[in-house]
C-alpha cells in the first residue's frame, strides 16, 4: 500500500477522496487543516486519521509515499518547502507559489535534496489530453499551425456561489477565487496539455484585466484580473492564443488547426471528453471542415474515471498515482519538477501583464513530457 498525506481539506480535497475511491493501493495516512472543525467533519465522513500539527503529519510520513498541498493558494509556499524541508516529495495544488522567486526557491530546494515537486492540474494525463497527444504525434491533422485554447467559465459574479458545497459541506472559497483569479487558478488547465504536448514556451505576449470590480463584499480586498488573453510561443510548436475569464460564456474548447484539418475538445474538465477530428475539405469551390468531425479513441483500456461533481468529472488522483509510481519505480515523473517551475512562469507572465507587458521571454524550460503508457 502506498502512503499520502493531506494537508487542507476544504472544497477540493473531497474531490480528491472521491478520486482516491477509484484508485487502489493507496492510503491515507494523516490529514491536517488550521481549521479544526473542518479538520473533524473531513475525517469523520471519510474515516481518516486526524493530526494535531502540520509537523506532526510529516513526522509520520513514510518517506516513500507523498505530501498533497491542498491548501489555499497563499499558503502553497509555506506549505510545500515545509515537506521538502522534511524531506518529503510534495503534490501541490496549483499554483505552485504566488510568485517567481518563491516557485524558484521550491525547483532548487526540491533539486537540492533529490526530492519530487509537481504541480497540479493533472488532467494532462488524463485521457482526453493523452488522447489529443496520441493524434499530435501521428500527424492526423497534418503540421499543427495554430491553437486556440478558452477556459471561459461563463459570468460568475452572478452565479449561486454562496451556496456551493462540497460532499462534505465546504463553502467553495469564493473571496479566495476572487483574489487569486481565474488565471492562476485555471490556466494550468489547458498550459499544462501544451507544454507536455510542445515543451518549453519562449516567449509569452499577454494582457489581463479585472473588468468586473466589486465581484463581492469590496471590503474584501484587491481582486485578480478576472480576464486574460495571452499568445504563446513555443521554442517547437503551434503559435496559441489562451484565454481565460469568469465573464465571457462558459466555453472550455480547445481547437488545434493543421495543415489537414482541425482537432478539437470541447470540455477542460471532462478525462472523458471527446477528441475529435474534422478534415478539411473543399467541395466545389468551398472550403470547409467536415461538418461531422470523426471522434479519436485510443485502442486499449486507459485509467479510472470519477462521474461528474460540480464542475468536474476529474480524476483529482492521476498526478499523486503518477508521482508514487515514479518513486515506486525509480523513475521520473511525468509531472516534473520543471514542468511545475515553467508552468508556474508562464502563468504569472499572464496573470500579471495588465494592459502594458509586452513580449515577455521565460527564462524556465521544460521538455515535452512523455505519454502515458497506454497511450504511445
Ligand atoms: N474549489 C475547487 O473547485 C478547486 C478545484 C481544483 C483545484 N482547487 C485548488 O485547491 C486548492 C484548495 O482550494 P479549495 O477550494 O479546497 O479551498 P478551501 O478554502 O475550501 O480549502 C482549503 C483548506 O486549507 C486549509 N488551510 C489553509 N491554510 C492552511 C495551512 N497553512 N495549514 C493547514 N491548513 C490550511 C483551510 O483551513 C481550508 O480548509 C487551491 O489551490 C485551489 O486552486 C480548487
Redesign the pocket.
Known amino acids: 500500500m502506498k502512503q499520502i498525506s493531506l494537508?487542507?481539506?476544504?472544497?477540493?480535497?473531497d474531490?480528491y477522496m472521491r478520486s482516491l475511491a477509484v484508485m487502489p493501493g493507496i492510503r491515507v495516512c494523516g490529514v491536517?487543516?488550521?481549521?479544526s472543525a473542518?479538520l473533524a467533519t473531513f475525517c469523520r465522513h471519510w474515516k481518516l486519521p486526524a493530526k494535531a500539527s502540520?509537523d506532526a503529519v510529516l513526522a509520520d510520513q513514510p518517506r516513500d509515499g507523498i505530501v498533497l498541498n491542498?491548501?489555499?493558494?497563499a499558503?502553497h509556499y509555506?506549505?510545500n518547502r515545509a515537506c521538502l524541508m522534511a524531506g518529503l516529495s510534495v503534490y501541490s495544488?496549483?499554483p505552485l507559489a504566488m510568485d517567481l522567486g518563491q516557485a524558484r526557491a521550491l525547483h532548487a530546494l526540491a533539486a537540492d535534496r533529490g526530492l519530487m515537486l509537481a504541480s497540479?492540474p493533472c488532467s494532462v494525463l488524463g485521457e482526453a489530453a493523452q488522447t489529443l497527444g496520441h493524434a499530435l504525434r501521428h500527424g492526423i491533422a497534418g503540421t499543427p499551425r495554430l491553437v486556440y485554447a478558452e477556459l471561459d467559465d461563463g459570468f460568475i459574479p452572478q452565479a449561486a456561489y454562496r451556496k456551493w458545497l462540497s460532499e462534505t459541506g465546504?463553502p467553495?472559497?469564493y473571496v479566495?477565487e476572487f483574489r487569486v483569479g481565474c488565471t492562476l487558478?485555471h490556466a494550468g488547465y489547458y498550459l499544462g496539455w501544451l507544454i507536455a504536448w510542445f515543451g518549453s514556451v519562449r516567449t509569452v505576449v499577454a494582457a489581463s484585466a479585472e473588468v468586473v470590480p466589486r465581484k463581492c463584499d469590496a471590503a474584501e480586498g484587491v481582486m485578480a484580473p478576472d480576464f486574460s488573453v495571452a499568445t504563446l510561443f513555443f521554442e517547437n510548436g503551434p503559435v496559441t492564443r489562451l484565454t481565460c475569464s469568469i465573464v465571457a460564456p462558459h466555453n472550455h474548447q480547445i481547437r488545434i488547426t493543421g495543415d489537414a484539418g482541425v482537432l478539437s475538445v470541447d470540455a477542460a474538465w471532462d478525462n472523458a471528453a471527446r477528441v475529435r477530428f474534422a478534415r478539411r475539405l473543399t467541395l466545389r469551390r468551398r472550403l470547409l471542415e467536415h461538418p461531422f468531425p470523426r471522434r479519436l479513441r485510443l485502442k486499449g483500456p486507459t485509467h479510472p474515471k470519477v462521474g461528474r461533481w460540480g464542475a468536474a468529472a476529474m480524476n483529482f488522483m492521476l498526478g499523486p498515482a503518477e508521482m508514487l509510481d515514479a518513486q515506486s519505480e525509480g523513475r521520473p515523473c511525468r509531472l516534473s519538477n520543471d514542468m511545475a517551475l515553467h508552468l508556474t512562469e508562464v502563468t504569472l507572465a499572464i496573470q500579471n501583464a495588465g494592459d502594458h507587458a509586452g513580449a515577455q521571454a521565460m527564462t524556465t524550460r521544460c521538455d515535452p513530457m512523455e505519454p502515458m503508457p497506454w497511450a504511445k
Request: proline residues 7%; hydrophobic residues 45%.
Open positions: 494537508i487542507g481539506c476544504g472544497f477540493v480535497a474531490l491536517y487543516d488550521q481549521d473542518r502540520l491542498l491548501t489555499n493558494p499558503a509555506a506549505i495544488e496549483k497540479a465546504a467553495w472559497p479566495d487558478e
